[in-house]
């Protein structure tokens, strides 16, 4: 499994982003449906959470491109 995975992230870089974010996204969603029972949270957790994702976001979107770059 490992080894299609990394073929895919190969061939298809920022795809693979897309699904690890989608993926972090559906987990931080169920741990808060679990642990607060639901989705709406406000102040500054909910920023917090949104920023957090868009960083990481944009840093493995630049690795993905660094790591193409590389590869030419």
């Known amino acids: 499994m490992y080894k299609k995975w990394n073929d895919f992230y190969e061939e298809h870089p920022y795809w693979s982003v897309w699904i690890i974010v989608g993926v972090s996204s559906g987990v931080t969603i169920l741990i808060e449906y679990i642990v607060n029972r639901d989705f709406i949270v ?30 030419k």
């Open 42 to 71: 406000s102040g500054e957790f909910l920023e917090s959470g949104f920023y957090g994702m868009l960083f990481l976001t944009m840093g493995l979107l630049l690795l993905a491109r660094r790591r193409t770059k590389s590869k």
